[in-house]
């Protein structure tokens, strides 16, 4: 099936944006195009604008971002400019080409309180420099447009990039047969290739919104490295730690949300199918792995 829609796919080089460029190749749009910060720099408002004006695009998938949690404590100002400022001058000039936008948000915009899975319309107040930016690129895109769909992912895992499944793989192929984990922190995986998918039926329906879309299940980061390595037939002990242990061996700069839960309500309401639970996701993700 062909498909003539324009598409506009930032990030490419990074985990989802390469899987969304796929997937949407698969699905058979010719008129696909992945672009990176050596194609465009999307803090460059001139830039951005005229790019956008010039290739009228009917979507824009916006993927790329500011992604180091730790490092953006240090570097708030440009952070701010890529996680916030980038996607208002999108928004703004997706309006002008009346194109649909689509941001990519986190679960870092909620502060991590209590254990109840965090609605679409709860208040955000990020804890990071990360969290906070996410948040302001949110609001950005909502005052500017109304086609948006504003998903929110989290614990993010696909082939083109660097991401937790990779290093507890790196880790026991370095020989390491023991490792402290945090227990205390509880979310969701997201594996890109199922996202892609969803964000694909997305761009083809007009129902705008803000989503949560990760893989079904809630865990946490030992349960997660506990499951890769029983997965991946590495014999590693995972020993759980709270994160109040793993700060005095590993000490981060940005503060991460206890509570990553996120609630899939919207999605259901809208007919738009979850993705399949994590265990399923980290199966096929281990498979992948080993094709390349
Ligand atoms: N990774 C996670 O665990 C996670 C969790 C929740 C939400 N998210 C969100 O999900 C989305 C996709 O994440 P991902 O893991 O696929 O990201 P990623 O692998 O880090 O890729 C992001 C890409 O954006 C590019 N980029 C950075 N600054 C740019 C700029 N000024 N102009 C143009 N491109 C720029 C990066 O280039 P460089 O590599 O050269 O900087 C990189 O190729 C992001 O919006 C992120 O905030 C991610």
């Excluded at 997937?23 to 990176?36: A, H, M, P, S, W």
């Excluded at 993010?156 to 499944?165: E, L, Q, S, W």
């Excluded at 996202?195 to 997305?202: A, E, F, P």
Aim: with cysteine; hydrophobic share 35%; glycine share 6%.
């Amino acid at each position: 099936m062909s498909n003539d829609m324009k598409i506009l796919v930032t990030g490419v080089k990074g985990q989802l944006g390469y899987d969304c460029v796929r997937e949407l190749t698969l699905r058979g749009y010719t008129n696909v195009k992945g672009i990176d910060i050596d194609d465009l720099d999307l803090t460059k408002e001139d830039d951005v604008k005229k790019y956008i004006n010039e290739y009228k695009p009917d979507v824009v998938m916006h993927n790329a971002a500011w992604t180091a949690v730790d490092k953006a404590e240090e570097n708030e100002n440009k952070v701010y400019e890529v996680n916030a400022l980038a996607p208002k001058y999108i928004a703004e000039a997706c309006k002008e080409v009346n194109a649909k936008m689509v941001y990519i948000s986190t679960d870092y915009v909620f502060n991590g309180l209590g254990d109840k899975p965090f609605n679409v319309d709860d208040p955000k107040e990020g804890l990071s420099v990360y969290g906070k930016t996410k948040a302001q690129g949110e609001d950005f895109v909502t005052s500017t447009i109304d086609k948006y769909f504003i998903v929110r992912i989290s614990w993010v895992f696909g082939k083109n990039g660097n991401n937790f499944v990779k290093t507890m793989l790196k880790l026991a192929n370095m020989g390491k047969n023991e490792l402290n984990v945090v227990c205390d922190q509880i979310g969701s995986v997201t594996y890109t290739y199922d996202l892609s998918k969803l964000l694909c039926d997305m761009i083809e329906t007009d129902k705008y919104g803000i989503y949560h879309a990760t893989n079904e299940g809630y865990i946490s980061w030992a349960e997660f490295a506990y499951e890769i390595f029983k997965q991946a037939n590495k014999n590693v002990k995972v020993n759980p730690i709270t994160t109040e242990e793993y700060l005095k061996l590993v000490p981060q700069q940005a503060k991460r949300p206890l509570n990553s839960r996120m609630s899939k309500d919207s999605l259901d309401k809208a007919g738009f199918k979850r993705l399949p639970d994590w265990k399923d996701a980290l199966s096929r993700y281990l498979k992948e792995l080993e094709e390349k």
